[in-house]
């Protein structure tokens, strides 16, 4: 019995070792995308019935003085914030409602405003991820720095696609693809989410300039939390004798600038990701819900709590990602019509909408069933 209390309820156990955490992450990122909601459509003058935390019923919650109903709801797997006039918690407007508003009501209405204010409200959300991504990145640099060694090639592994294309241990990168790198982590960063394809690197090798080709292939690696992750690689190894490793003290506006850059990096290969995946390039396995997620949540709050943040910036950024694919009822798909109608100045037609509204429901619906399918029988 004492094990059993132990496994669910310790410290190590699935509640609080589990299920605290991925809550924890969860709750933050998507309070914070809400609030981004939240915060810009009150800004517009938009009047906002419901801040929500959770989908389903009610657990707690009140009034504030502006008429907003505060709530935590019983299904914590995501959030929603609903404006007046909404028919529904994606923004979708109630025309049979919208005939009842006062007048007041109507002047506040989501829908009764300028294109410009509804495309803003709603690129707030995945903008404050990317905020929240960025803010704990510069807190991450400011009090830790990071480490990082010279792109040097101390090793190169039989039979891999780097000693076929003639690295030679003592090279120096210089280039990825015509990017500079200045870091070994650049290196990998540039190779990593390109396996198959063929990338050209420009190294120093006795202080002349070559160019290298290479097709980085697909390896099984762990991460630091130790998840099994698949990423391409040409076959170099660094060490400690050439790579030189040193630390890096960040003042708080250089750590502001390099968590801007770093969040711009994750960004650029989470799209690179998406891209690849989406035409057959990336395996199915990669992509993990909320399952995953959990078990990420739980390997990250025992190795820390600074381990834990950093999976918040990157479960953020994520986050923003995907709200702005434009497939409605994200909120890119939202997006999608606002810039037709700025464009064509007259919204799209109800038929029109209907049609794409079900469409990208059945594509996001389906799209939630495939990784929860992954994270309990497909890898």
Not at 151 to 168: N, T
Not at 297 to 322: D, M, N
Request: net charge neutral; charged share 20%; glycine share 12%.
């Amino acid at each position: 019995m004492n094990e059993i209390l132990s496994a669910v309820f310790g410290t190590q156990g699935l509640l609080l070792g589990t299920i605290v955490p991925f809550l924890f992450v969860l709750t933050v990122v998507v309070f914070v995308h809400e609030m981004g909601h939240y915060l810009v459509g009150r800004w517009c003058g938009i009047g906002v019935q419901a801040f929500s935390i959770g989908f389903g019923p009610e657990l707690i919650g009140f009034n504030d003085r502006h008429g907003t109903r505060w709530k935590l709801c019983a299904i914590p797997l995501g959030g929603y914030v609903k404006f007046v006039g909404d028919m529904s918690v994606t923004s979708t407007p109630d025309p049979e409602a919208e005939k009842s508003l006062s007048a007041e009501e109507r002047r506040i209405a989501f829908h009764t405003q300028p294109v410009w204010k509804r495309a803003l409200t709603v690129f707030a959300g995945p903008a404050f991820n990317f905020l929240l991504t960025i803010a704990v990145f510069a807190v991450l640099f400011t009090a830790y720095g990071r480490y990082v060694v010279e792109p040097m090639v101390a090793e190169v592994r039989a039979d891999s696609p780097a000693q076929k294309a003639g690295f030679m241990p003592g090279d120096r990168f210089v280039s990825v693809d015509g990017t500079p790198v200045t870091t070994f982590a650049d290196v990998q960063r540039l190779v990593s989410g390109r396996a198959g394809d063929s990338i050209v690197f420009t190294i120093l090798r006795d202080g002349v300039e070559k160019t290298l080709t290479a097709t980085p292939e697909l390896l099984e690696q762990k991460d630091a939390l130790g998840n099994v992750v698949k990423i391409g690689a040409i076959g170099v190894i660094n060490n400690e004798e050439l790579g030189q490793p040193r630390h890096i003290a960040y003042s708080p506006g250089g750590a502001l600038v390099e968590a801007v850059t770093e969040t711009g990096h994750i960004i650029v290969r989470t799209g690179q990701f998406l891209k690849r995946f989406v035409v057959g390039r990336e395996d199915k396995c990669q992509l993990g819900g909320p399952v995953r997620i959990a078990e990420m949540a739980g390997k990250a709050a025992k190795a820390g709590f600074e381990w834990l943040v950093q999976l918040v910036a990157l479960l953020s950024v994520g986050i923003g990602i995907l709200n702005l694919l434009p497939i409605p009822p994200l909120d890119g798909g939202h997006l999608v019509f606002y810039a037709y109608e700025a464009a064509f100045r007259r919204p799209a037609s109800e038929r029109m909408m209907e049609a794409v509204y079900r469409t990208g429901m059945f594509i996001v619906l389906g799209f939630m069933v495939f990784v929860f399918w992954n994270d309990l029988f497909g890898c």
